[in-house]
Protein backbone atom coordinates (compact mmCIF):
# COMPACT_ATOMS: atom_id res chain seq x y z
CA UNK A 1 0.00 0.00 0.00
CA UNK A 2 1.69 3.47 1.55
CA UNK A 3 5.09 2.32 0.47
CA UNK A 4 4.71 2.01 -3.54
CA UNK A 5 2.34 4.39 -4.36
CA UNK A 6 3.56 7.50 -6.00
CA UNK A 7 3.98 10.46 -4.51
CA UNK A 8 4.18 14.47 -5.91
CA UNK A 9 7.89 15.53 -5.37
CA UNK A 10 6.91 18.85 -3.59
CA UNK A 11 3.45 21.16 -2.82
CA UNK A 12 3.66 22.93 -6.58
CA UNK A 13 3.88 19.50 -8.16
CA UNK A 14 0.21 19.02 -6.38
CA UNK A 15 -1.38 22.32 -6.75
CA UNK A 16 -0.13 22.24 -10.57
CA UNK A 17 -1.68 18.36 -10.88
CA UNK A 18 -4.75 19.37 -9.06
CA UNK A 19 -5.17 22.72 -10.59
CA UNK A 20 -4.57 20.67 -14.21
CA UNK A 21 -7.64 18.31 -13.61
CA UNK A 22 -9.79 20.97 -11.94
CA UNK A 23 -9.45 24.41 -14.70
CA UNK A 24 -11.11 22.50 -18.29
CA UNK A 25 -14.17 23.40 -19.86
CA UNK A 26 -16.12 23.58 -16.60
CA UNK A 27 -14.19 26.60 -16.29
CA UNK A 28 -14.23 28.01 -20.05
CA UNK A 29 -17.57 26.77 -21.39
CA UNK A 30 -20.10 25.65 -18.79
CA UNK A 31 -19.21 28.57 -16.05
CA UNK A 32 -20.36 31.24 -18.44
CA UNK A 33 -23.33 29.42 -19.65
CA UNK A 34 -24.60 29.42 -16.30
CA UNK A 35 -23.59 32.74 -14.74
CA UNK A 36 -25.27 34.04 -18.01
CA UNK A 37 -28.52 31.76 -17.66
CA UNK A 38 -29.12 32.33 -13.94
CA UNK A 39 -29.03 35.72 -13.25
CA UNK A 40 -25.19 37.46 -13.64
CA UNK A 41 -24.27 38.83 -10.48
CA UNK A 42 -26.45 36.51 -8.16
CA UNK A 43 -24.96 33.49 -9.77
CA UNK A 44 -21.32 34.51 -9.32
CA UNK A 45 -21.95 36.23 -5.83
CA UNK A 46 -23.51 32.44 -4.38
CA UNK A 47 -21.24 30.13 -6.44
CA UNK A 48 -18.12 32.26 -4.84
CA UNK A 49 -19.95 32.40 -1.08
CA UNK A 50 -20.32 28.49 -2.01
CA UNK A 51 -16.81 28.06 -2.98
CA UNK A 52 -14.95 29.64 0.08
CA UNK A 53 -17.34 27.83 2.82
CA UNK A 54 -18.43 24.42 1.23
CA UNK A 55 -15.83 23.94 -1.07
CA UNK A 56 -13.33 24.56 0.65
CA UNK A 57 -14.69 22.02 3.10
CA UNK A 58 -14.97 19.80 1.02
CA UNK A 59 -12.08 19.42 -0.49
CA UNK A 60 -9.89 19.76 2.60
CA UNK A 61 -11.94 16.56 3.60
CA UNK A 62 -11.44 14.82 0.61
CA UNK A 63 -7.75 15.37 0.41
CA UNK A 64 -7.61 14.60 4.11
CA UNK A 65 -9.48 11.29 3.41
CA UNK A 66 -7.11 10.15 0.85
CA UNK A 67 -3.95 11.42 2.80
CA UNK A 68 -5.04 9.48 5.75
CA UNK A 69 -6.16 5.96 3.99
CA UNK A 70 -3.59 6.21 1.20
CA UNK A 71 -6.09 4.60 -1.22
CA UNK A 72 -8.40 5.78 -4.06
CA UNK A 73 -11.80 6.62 -3.20
CA UNK A 74 -13.54 3.10 -4.28
CA UNK A 75 -11.79 1.67 -1.43
CA UNK A 76 -11.21 4.51 0.92
CA UNK A 77 -14.61 5.17 2.36
CA UNK A 78 -15.03 1.09 2.69
CA UNK A 79 -11.74 0.92 4.69
CA UNK A 80 -12.86 3.85 6.79
CA UNK A 81 -16.02 2.12 7.39
CA UNK A 82 -17.53 -0.70 5.78
CA UNK A 83 -21.30 0.89 5.54
CA UNK A 84 -19.81 3.89 3.75
CA UNK A 85 -18.31 1.81 1.10
CA UNK A 86 -21.66 2.40 -1.26
CA UNK A 87 -20.16 6.47 -1.50
CA UNK A 88 -16.61 5.39 -3.56
CA UNK A 89 -18.82 3.40 -5.50
CA UNK A 90 -20.86 6.61 -6.61
CA UNK A 91 -18.40 8.89 -6.63
CA UNK A 92 -16.61 5.99 -9.23
CA UNK A 93 -20.07 6.37 -11.08
CA UNK A 94 -19.75 10.10 -11.83
CA UNK A 95 -16.39 10.03 -13.87
CA UNK A 96 -18.09 7.38 -16.11
CA UNK A 97 -21.01 9.85 -16.81
CA UNK A 98 -18.97 12.84 -17.31
CA UNK A 99 -16.34 11.51 -19.63
CA UNK A 100 -18.81 11.02 -22.57
CA UNK A 101 -20.32 14.36 -22.91
CA UNK A 102 -17.34 16.07 -21.85
CA UNK A 103 -15.30 13.99 -24.84
CA UNK A 104 -18.80 15.82 -27.21
CA UNK A 105 -17.57 19.16 -26.12
CA UNK A 106 -14.50 18.36 -26.58
CA UNK A 107 -14.97 17.56 -30.09
CA UNK A 108 -16.92 20.72 -30.48
CA UNK A 109 -13.46 22.51 -29.68
CA UNK A 110 -11.61 20.82 -31.92
CA UNK A 111 -13.78 21.43 -34.87
CA UNK A 112 -13.73 25.14 -33.98
CA UNK A 113 -9.95 24.95 -33.39
CA UNK A 114 -9.73 23.60 -37.37
CA UNK A 115 -12.45 25.86 -38.62
CA UNK A 116 -10.79 29.17 -37.49
CA UNK A 117 -7.09 27.63 -38.74
CA UNK A 118 -8.82 27.55 -41.97
CA UNK A 119 -10.05 30.69 -42.08
CA UNK A 120 -13.83 29.95 -42.02
CA UNK A 121 -13.89 32.44 -39.59
CA UNK A 122 -17.37 34.24 -40.89
CA UNK A 123 -19.40 31.84 -41.27
CA UNK A 124 -18.74 30.42 -37.87
CA UNK A 125 -19.44 34.03 -37.15
CA UNK A 126 -23.01 33.61 -38.26
CA UNK A 127 -26.11 32.97 -35.80
CA UNK A 128 -27.14 29.69 -37.13
CA UNK A 129 -23.88 27.96 -37.55
CA UNK A 130 -23.17 25.85 -34.69
CA UNK A 131 -26.78 25.06 -34.76
CA UNK A 132 -26.26 23.64 -38.47
CA UNK A 133 -23.64 22.03 -37.45
CA UNK A 134 -24.71 19.99 -34.55
CA UNK A 135 -27.70 18.73 -36.83
CA UNK A 136 -25.46 17.36 -38.98
CA UNK A 137 -25.35 14.10 -37.50
CA UNK A 138 -21.67 12.69 -38.10
CA UNK A 139 -19.24 14.95 -38.48
CA UNK A 140 -19.98 16.19 -34.59
CA UNK A 141 -19.50 12.23 -34.06
CA UNK A 142 -16.59 12.26 -36.11
CA UNK A 143 -14.97 15.13 -33.74
CA UNK A 144 -16.17 13.32 -30.81
CA UNK A 145 -14.00 10.07 -31.57
CA UNK A 146 -11.05 11.65 -32.55
CA UNK A 147 -11.23 13.34 -29.49
CA UNK A 148 -11.79 10.29 -27.00
CA UNK A 149 -9.45 8.39 -29.27
CA UNK A 150 -6.49 10.12 -28.65
CA UNK A 151 -7.41 10.61 -24.72
CA UNK A 152 -7.84 6.60 -24.43
CA UNK A 153 -4.22 6.62 -26.15
CA UNK A 154 -2.33 8.75 -23.91
CA UNK A 155 -4.21 6.66 -21.10
CA UNK A 156 -3.41 3.30 -22.63
CA UNK A 157 0.47 4.29 -23.25
CA UNK A 158 0.30 5.70 -19.30
CA UNK A 159 1.91 9.23 -21.28
CA UNK A 160 -0.26 11.83 -19.14
CA UNK A 161 3.34 13.22 -17.90
CA UNK A 162 3.90 14.54 -21.56
CA UNK A 163 0.61 16.38 -22.00
CA UNK A 164 0.82 17.79 -18.58
CA UNK A 165 4.04 19.33 -19.05
CA UNK A 166 2.72 20.97 -22.57
CA UNK A 167 -0.29 22.08 -20.87
CA UNK A 168 1.47 23.74 -17.73
CA UNK A 169 2.98 25.91 -20.56
CA UNK A 170 -0.38 26.47 -22.62
CA UNK A 171 -2.60 27.42 -19.41
CA UNK A 172 -0.66 30.96 -19.06
CA UNK A 173 -1.26 31.42 -22.86
CA UNK A 174 -4.96 30.77 -22.37
CA UNK A 175 -5.32 33.17 -19.45
CA UNK A 176 -3.36 35.51 -21.09
CA UNK A 177 -5.35 35.23 -24.29
CA UNK A 178 -8.91 35.83 -22.36
CA UNK A 179 -7.32 38.88 -20.75
CA UNK A 180 -6.79 40.01 -24.15
CA UNK A 181 -10.26 38.99 -25.79
CA UNK A 182 -12.09 40.75 -22.29
CA UNK A 183 -10.10 44.09 -23.08
CA UNK A 184 -10.69 43.88 -26.92
CA UNK A 185 -14.22 43.15 -26.28
CA UNK A 186 -14.60 46.05 -23.20
CA UNK A 187 -12.81 48.84 -25.55
CA UNK A 188 -14.44 48.40 -28.92
CA UNK A 189 -17.64 47.14 -28.59
CA UNK A 190 -21.04 49.07 -27.63
CA UNK A 191 -23.28 47.67 -24.72
CA UNK A 192 -20.51 45.43 -23.54
CA UNK A 193 -20.10 47.41 -20.26
CA UNK A 194 -23.86 47.10 -19.79
CA UNK A 195 -22.96 43.13 -19.41
CA UNK A 196 -19.81 43.71 -17.36
CA UNK A 197 -22.65 45.40 -14.96
CA UNK A 198 -25.04 42.13 -15.74
CA UNK A 199 -22.00 39.96 -14.36
CA UNK A 200 -21.09 41.23 -11.19
CA UNK A 201 -23.80 43.35 -9.47
CA UNK A 202 -26.38 40.63 -8.29
CA UNK A 203 -29.84 41.56 -8.88
CA UNK A 204 -31.60 39.83 -5.84
CA UNK A 205 -34.74 39.69 -7.45
CA UNK A 206 -33.24 37.19 -10.32
CA UNK A 207 -32.65 34.53 -6.92
CA UNK A 208 -34.29 31.39 -7.01
CA UNK A 209 -33.46 27.91 -5.76
CA UNK A 210 -32.51 27.23 -9.24
CA UNK A 211 -29.44 29.79 -8.76
CA UNK A 212 -28.12 27.36 -5.75
CA UNK A 213 -28.94 24.17 -7.39
CA UNK A 214 -26.78 25.02 -10.69
CA UNK A 215 -23.94 27.17 -8.54
CA UNK A 216 -23.51 23.93 -6.05
CA UNK A 217 -23.20 21.23 -9.45
CA UNK A 218 -21.04 23.84 -11.20
CA UNK A 219 -19.18 24.10 -7.97
CA UNK A 220 -18.46 20.50 -8.17
CA UNK A 221 -17.62 19.52 -11.61
CA UNK A 222 -15.67 22.74 -11.53
CA UNK A 223 -12.85 22.16 -8.45
CA UNK A 224 -13.43 18.02 -9.70
CA UNK A 225 -15.33 16.86 -5.77
CA UNK A 226 -17.51 14.75 -4.86
CA UNK A 227 -16.16 12.15 -7.67
CA UNK A 228 -13.08 10.73 -5.62
CA UNK A 229 -10.26 12.48 -7.91
CA UNK A 230 -9.02 15.01 -4.83
CA UNK A 231 -9.33 11.44 -2.31
CA UNK A 232 -6.82 9.92 -5.14
CA UNK A 233 -4.84 13.20 -5.33
CA UNK A 234 -4.59 13.17 -1.54
CA UNK A 235 -3.43 9.75 -1.29
CA UNK A 236 0.14 10.83 -3.30
CA UNK A 237 0.84 13.63 -1.05
CA UNK A 238 3.83 13.79 1.66
CA UNK A 239 2.70 14.13 5.26
CA UNK A 240 4.18 17.62 5.76
CA UNK A 241 2.22 19.67 2.94
CA UNK A 242 -0.14 22.18 3.82
CA UNK A 243 -3.66 20.94 2.86
CA UNK A 244 -5.03 23.98 3.73
CA UNK A 245 -2.98 26.60 2.17
CA UNK A 246 -3.31 24.53 -1.17
CA UNK A 247 -6.73 23.90 -1.24
CA UNK A 248 -6.98 27.95 -1.43
CA UNK A 249 -4.21 28.26 -3.78
CA UNK A 250 -6.24 26.02 -5.98
CA UNK A 251 -9.66 27.49 -5.36
CA UNK A 252 -8.38 30.52 -6.22
CA UNK A 253 -6.73 28.86 -9.29
CA UNK A 254 -10.09 27.38 -10.68
CA UNK A 255 -12.52 30.55 -9.60
CA UNK A 256 -9.83 33.06 -11.12
CA UNK A 257 -10.01 31.13 -14.71
CA UNK A 258 -13.90 30.57 -14.73
CA UNK A 259 -14.04 34.37 -13.70
CA UNK A 260 -12.13 35.80 -16.62
CA UNK A 261 -14.02 33.12 -18.88
CA UNK A 262 -17.26 34.69 -17.86
CA UNK A 263 -15.85 38.18 -18.04
CA UNK A 264 -15.05 36.90 -21.66
CA UNK A 265 -17.92 35.34 -22.54
CA UNK A 266 -20.78 37.49 -21.18
CA UNK A 267 -19.93 41.08 -21.65
CA UNK A 268 -19.91 39.93 -25.59
CA UNK A 269 -23.28 38.44 -25.42
CA UNK A 270 -24.66 41.53 -24.12
CA UNK A 271 -23.28 43.78 -26.80
CA UNK A 272 -24.25 41.24 -29.59
CA UNK A 273 -27.92 40.90 -28.07
CA UNK A 274 -28.40 43.92 -26.35
CA UNK A 275 -28.59 41.69 -22.93
CA UNK A 276 -31.48 39.75 -24.66
CA UNK A 277 -32.73 37.10 -22.26
CA UNK A 278 -32.83 34.22 -25.21
CA UNK A 279 -29.27 34.76 -25.72
CA UNK A 280 -28.09 35.30 -22.07
CA UNK A 281 -30.26 31.48 -21.66
CA UNK A 282 -29.49 29.45 -24.80
CA UNK A 283 -27.46 26.73 -22.34
CA UNK A 284 -24.16 24.57 -23.41
CA UNK A 285 -24.06 26.44 -26.95
CA UNK A 286 -22.84 30.25 -25.69
CA UNK A 287 -19.38 30.20 -26.19
CA UNK A 288 -19.47 28.54 -29.18
CA UNK A 289 -21.76 31.24 -30.47
CA UNK A 290 -20.56 34.49 -28.86
CA UNK A 291 -16.41 34.19 -29.11
CA UNK A 292 -16.54 33.39 -33.03
CA UNK A 293 -18.65 36.53 -33.31
CA UNK A 294 -15.66 38.36 -31.20
CA UNK A 295 -12.72 36.76 -33.43
CA UNK A 296 -14.94 37.77 -36.37
CA UNK A 297 -14.75 41.64 -35.59
CA UNK A 298 -11.07 41.34 -34.70
CA UNK A 299 -8.12 42.04 -36.43
CA UNK A 300 -6.28 38.97 -36.98
CA UNK A 301 -9.43 36.81 -35.45
CA UNK A 302 -8.45 33.87 -37.66
CA UNK A 303 -5.38 33.37 -35.85
CA UNK A 304 -6.24 34.32 -32.45
CA UNK A 305 -9.40 31.98 -32.46
CA UNK A 306 -7.60 28.72 -33.88
CA UNK A 307 -4.68 29.70 -30.77
CA UNK A 308 -7.77 30.41 -27.90
CA UNK A 309 -9.18 26.62 -29.46
CA UNK A 310 -5.53 24.69 -29.20
CA UNK A 311 -5.16 26.07 -25.87
CA UNK A 312 -9.07 25.44 -24.88
CA UNK A 313 -8.14 21.81 -26.39
CA UNK A 314 -5.17 21.04 -24.21
CA UNK A 315 -7.34 22.27 -21.11
CA UNK A 316 -10.05 19.88 -22.41
CA UNK A 317 -7.63 17.21 -22.98
CA UNK A 318 -5.81 17.23 -19.26
CA UNK A 319 -9.56 16.92 -17.83
CA UNK A 320 -10.35 14.31 -20.04
CA UNK A 321 -7.18 12.06 -19.50
CA UNK A 322 -7.77 12.31 -16.04
CA UNK A 323 -11.45 11.41 -16.18
CA UNK A 324 -10.75 8.50 -17.90
CA UNK A 325 -7.25 7.41 -16.24
CA UNK A 326 -9.85 7.62 -12.64
CA UNK A 327 -12.27 4.92 -14.12
CA UNK A 328 -9.37 2.88 -15.72
CA UNK A 329 -7.41 2.51 -12.41
CA UNK A 330 -10.48 1.85 -10.53
CA UNK A 331 -11.23 -1.23 -13.44
CA UNK A 332 -6.98 -2.11 -12.85
CA UNK A 333 -7.36 -2.05 -9.08
CA UNK A 334 -10.78 -3.53 -8.88
CA UNK A 335 -11.05 -6.24 -11.76
CA UNK A 336 -7.30 -6.76 -12.14
CA UNK A 337 -7.21 -6.32 -15.29
CA UNK A 338 -4.24 -4.74 -17.37
CA UNK A 339 -4.49 -1.41 -18.42
CA UNK A 340 -4.96 -2.05 -22.25
CA UNK A 341 -7.78 -3.99 -21.37
CA UNK A 342 -9.48 -1.44 -18.67
CA UNK A 343 -8.93 1.72 -21.03
CA UNK A 344 -10.63 -0.35 -24.18
CA UNK A 345 -13.55 -1.60 -21.71
CA UNK A 346 -13.99 2.53 -20.68
CA UNK A 347 -13.54 3.59 -23.98
CA UNK A 348 -16.33 1.22 -25.09
CA UNK A 349 -19.16 2.61 -22.72
CA UNK A 350 -18.15 5.97 -23.66
CA UNK A 351 -18.89 5.49 -26.93
CA UNK A 352 -22.36 4.46 -26.35
CA UNK A 353 -22.76 7.13 -23.79
CA UNK A 354 -21.36 10.29 -25.84
CA UNK A 355 -23.04 8.98 -29.04
CA UNK A 356 -26.10 9.40 -27.74
CA UNK A 357 -25.14 12.66 -26.37
CA UNK A 358 -24.12 13.74 -29.54
CA UNK A 359 -26.77 11.90 -31.66
CA UNK A 360 -29.27 14.07 -28.95
CA UNK A 361 -28.84 17.07 -30.78
CA UNK A 362 -29.45 15.43 -34.25
CA UNK A 363 -31.16 12.42 -35.07
CA UNK A 364 -32.36 12.00 -31.61
CA UNK A 365 -33.52 15.91 -31.21
CA UNK A 366 -37.07 14.91 -30.18
CA UNK A 367 -35.87 12.58 -27.47
CA UNK A 368 -36.26 13.75 -24.08
CA UNK A 369 -35.74 12.31 -20.99
CA UNK A 370 -37.53 14.39 -18.18
CA UNK A 371 -38.12 17.52 -20.40
CA UNK A 372 -33.82 17.56 -21.03
CA UNK A 373 -31.91 16.63 -24.16
CA UNK A 374 -29.81 13.59 -23.19
CA UNK A 375 -26.55 15.61 -23.00
CA UNK A 376 -28.58 17.83 -20.83
CA UNK A 377 -29.71 15.13 -19.12
CA UNK A 378 -26.22 13.15 -18.47
CA UNK A 379 -25.21 16.63 -17.15
CA UNK A 380 -27.69 16.89 -14.85
CA UNK A 381 -27.81 13.70 -13.49
CA UNK A 382 -24.04 13.68 -12.66
CA UNK A 383 -24.03 17.24 -11.18
CA UNK A 384 -26.94 17.81 -9.82
CA UNK A 385 -28.45 14.01 -8.73
CA UNK A 386 -25.20 11.76 -8.27
CA UNK A 387 -22.73 14.26 -6.75
CA UNK A 388 -24.93 16.27 -4.06
CA UNK A 389 -25.41 12.89 -2.81
CA UNK A 390 -21.76 11.31 -2.91
CA UNK A 391 -21.41 15.05 -1.01
CA UNK A 392 -23.89 14.51 1.41
CA UNK A 393 -22.76 11.16 2.19
CA UNK A 394 -19.43 12.16 2.30
CA UNK A 395 -20.26 15.40 4.92
CA UNK A 396 -22.38 13.01 7.53
CA UNK A 397 -19.17 10.82 7.34
CA UNK A 398 -16.96 13.58 8.32
CA UNK A 399 -19.16 15.19 10.63
CA UNK A 400 -20.89 12.47 12.07
CA UNK A 401 -19.22 9.08 11.63
CA UNK A 402 -15.11 10.14 11.79
CA UNK A 403 -15.56 13.31 13.51
CA UNK A 404 -14.48 16.41 11.71
CA UNK A 405 -11.45 16.03 14.64
CA UNK A 406 -9.89 13.12 12.20
CA UNK A 407 -9.73 15.53 9.26
CA UNK A 408 -8.58 18.22 10.91
CA UNK A 409 -6.01 15.97 13.01
CA UNK A 410 -4.58 14.36 9.51
CA UNK A 411 -4.61 18.31 8.19
CA UNK A 412 -2.56 19.48 11.04
CA UNK A 413 0.62 17.26 10.53
CA UNK A 414 2.07 19.88 8.36
CA UNK A 415 1.13 23.15 10.97
CA UNK A 416 -2.27 24.69 12.60
CA UNK A 417 -5.29 24.34 10.68
CA UNK A 418 -6.53 27.96 10.79
CA UNK A 419 -9.93 27.40 9.57
CA UNK A 420 -10.59 24.58 11.23
CA UNK A 421 -13.52 25.85 13.42
CA UNK A 422 -15.41 27.20 10.21
CA UNK A 423 -14.39 23.72 8.77
CA UNK A 424 -16.24 21.71 11.61
CA UNK A 425 -19.30 23.87 11.23
CA UNK A 426 -19.76 23.41 8.11
CA UNK A 427 -18.99 19.68 7.46
CA UNK A 428 -21.58 18.70 10.44
CA UNK A 429 -23.97 21.59 9.52
CA UNK A 430 -24.27 23.83 6.78
CA UNK A 431 -23.12 21.26 4.28
CA UNK A 432 -25.86 18.54 5.11
CA UNK A 433 -28.54 20.99 5.31
CA UNK A 434 -27.30 22.97 1.99
CA UNK A 435 -26.78 19.81 0.11
CA UNK A 436 -30.52 18.31 1.53
CA UNK A 437 -32.48 21.09 -0.02
CA UNK A 438 -30.47 21.25 -3.44
CA UNK A 439 -31.00 17.71 -3.79
CA UNK A 440 -34.93 18.10 -2.99
CA UNK A 441 -34.67 21.15 -5.01
CA UNK A 442 -33.11 18.73 -8.29
CA UNK A 443 -35.38 15.72 -7.63
CA UNK A 444 -38.76 18.37 -7.86
CA UNK A 445 -36.96 19.96 -11.12
CA UNK A 446 -36.67 16.69 -12.39
CA UNK A 447 -40.64 16.49 -12.33
CA UNK A 448 -41.16 19.34 -13.96
CA UNK A 449 -42.00 21.58 -10.45
CA UNK A 450 -38.99 23.87 -11.05
CA UNK A 451 -37.83 25.53 -14.14
CA UNK A 452 -34.62 24.62 -15.45
N1 LIG B 1 -12.93 20.01 -13.29
C1 LIG B 1 -12.96 19.77 -14.71
C2 LIG B 1 -13.48 21.00 -15.42
O1 LIG B 1 -13.88 21.95 -14.76
O2 LIG B 1 -13.49 20.99 -16.63
C3 LIG B 1 -13.78 18.58 -15.05
C4 LIG B 1 -13.18 17.39 -14.46
C5 LIG B 1 -11.93 17.00 -14.85
C6 LIG B 1 -13.80 16.70 -13.51
C7 LIG B 1 -11.32 15.92 -14.32
C8 LIG B 1 -13.19 15.60 -12.97
C9 LIG B 1 -11.95 15.24 -13.38
F1 LIG B 1 -11.36 14.19 -12.91
Not at 175 to 198: E, H, K, N
Request: positive net charge.
Amino acid sequence: MGSNRSSFTGKIGFVLAAAGSAVGLGNIWRFPYLAAKYGGGIFLLVYIVLSVTFGFALMVAEIAIGRKTQLSAISAYGSLDKRFSFVGVLGALVPVIILPYYSVIGGWVMKYMVGFAAGHTSQMAEDSYFGNYLGLTWEPVLWFLLFIGITAVVVMLGVEKGVEKVSKVMMPILIGLILVIVIYTLVTMDGAWDGVVYYLKPDFSKFSMMTVVAAMGQLFYSMSLAMGIMITFGSYIKKDISIEKSVKQIEIFDTGVAFLAGLMIIPAVFAFSGGNEEALGQGPGLMFVTLPKIFEAMPGGAFIGAAFFVMVLFAALTSSISLMETVVSIFMDKLKWGRKLSTLAVLGTSLVLGLCSSLGYSVWAEVRIIGMQLLDFFDFFSNSLLMPVVALATAIFIGYVLKPKTVIEEVELSGPFKQKKLFAVVIRYVAPACILVILISSILTAFGVFKI
